[in-house]
């Protein structure tokens, strides 16, 4: 029986990735970082995305911190695992212009602990790292293994950082993988980021629980697919006979303006958009529901990020199953259930 260690499990992608896992019969680690407030005999009850594996004899449940390399060693010794796959992370871009410190000693200075005490404690462990077309900054698109990085933000810089030592690592020896991967979502996803403010916003609106929505740049394009999809890419690499980075994406471009409308349509709101730039307003019924924040602009904007995935179908047999109009629509109707439940 194989042993996985999954760090930021909480997460959509960690979640995602516990549940395929546990299905193909591993026993799953699933790191955490603890709260004085927390139960520790209820940690799953504590997360939403996990809820579901309390109980679960197959999942263990473990605190740690990346930023402590002792604490990231006493996972390790207690999982024993045969893969690592390291999806703990600061992980919203624009929290990490005003956190870019916060967000190195995590996503890059972190990845080395992990990696330093894995060569240490268990030397033969698969290792994947949580790379990002975010590495890829404002590079011509498509992009590809081959487009030259050049990040944009802290966040990006970071995680280029990180994949530099997966490369180095690799380099001497030991199994190490960075999956670059590109915008993924779901209804796990959480609610700081864009398309799931949409999606749960949207619902608000149509249930007359909200008046508008505030939003940033409605014309930033993205590559965006499900996370279902994407945590299957992250167990095939490391099936892999040798290691190798992949770029994982849908290969299709699309505006947050276009997701709107697609939650919209879910949603039978038909938006008029008026105006332009900062001034621009999505109207229903006569009224402006979608409204725009500067606040929400980043200092650099990424204008298109699509990628090119040929490498991971042709060598992997990976391919996207949820396109795009299914992956705002499944994330719209868990949103309508959600609050209509809620009940605000």
């Known amino acids: 029986m194989q042993t996985a260690l999954i760090t930021g499990v909480a997460g959509q992608d ?97 990845v080395d602990r992990i990696l330093y005490a894995a060569r240490k404690i268990v030397p033969n462990a698969k290792f994947y790292q949580a790379s990002t077309s975010e590495m890829f900054g404002n590079a011509k698109a498509p992009q590809d293994e081959n487009t030259p990085f050049a990040p944009v933000s802290p966040y990006g810089e970071a995680k280029l950082f990180a994949h530099q030592l997966v490369k180095d690592n690799r380099e001497k020896g030991f199994f190490t993988v960075g999956g670059i ?89 038909n938006i008029e958009w008026k105006g332009a730039g900062v001034e621009e307003i999505g109207m229903w019924n006569n009224k402006p529901i979608i409204k725009i924040d500067q606040s929400f602009y980043r200092t650099r904007e990424i204008n298109v990020l699509c990628g090119n995935s040929a490498k991971a179908q042709n060598e992997l047999g990976w391919k996207p199953e949820i396109g795009f109009k299914k992956l705002a629509e499944m994330m719209t109707k868990n949103d309508l259930s959600l609050r209509n439940k809620q009940g605000y």
């Open 14 to 110: 960690g979640s995602y990735l516990a549940d395929l896992l546990l299905e193909k019969g591993y026993t799953v680690y699933g790191m955490y970082v603890a709260s004085t407030r927390m139960n520790s005999s209820q940690v799953c009850l504590a997360f939403d995305n996990i809820k579901h594996l309390h109980g679960n004899k197959q999942f263990i449940p473990v605190s740690g911190n990346l930023m402590d390399l002792r604490s990231v060693e006493i996972v390790i010794e207690q999982a024993k695992p045969d893969e690592i796959y390291n999806l703990a992370a600061q992980s919203h871009v624009k929290r990490s212009e005003t956190e870019p410190e916060v967000t190195r000693n995590t996503n890059a200075y972190g």
């Open 181 to 269: 991967l590109f915008n993924h979502e779901s209804e796990r996803r959480g609610m700081s980021f864009v398309t799931r403010k949409i999606t749960y916003g949207l619902a608000g609106i149509k249930l007359g629980f909200e008046n508008h929505l505030s939003l940033g740049n409605l014309d930033a394009k993205r590559d965006w697919g499900h996370s279902k999809d994407y945590v299957r890419a992250m167990w095939l690499m490391l099936q892999n006979k040798t290691p190798i980075d992949y770029v994982i994406s849908t290969g299709e471009t699309h505006s947050v303006r276009e997701f709107i409308e697609a939650a919209a349509q879910v949603l039978d709101i």
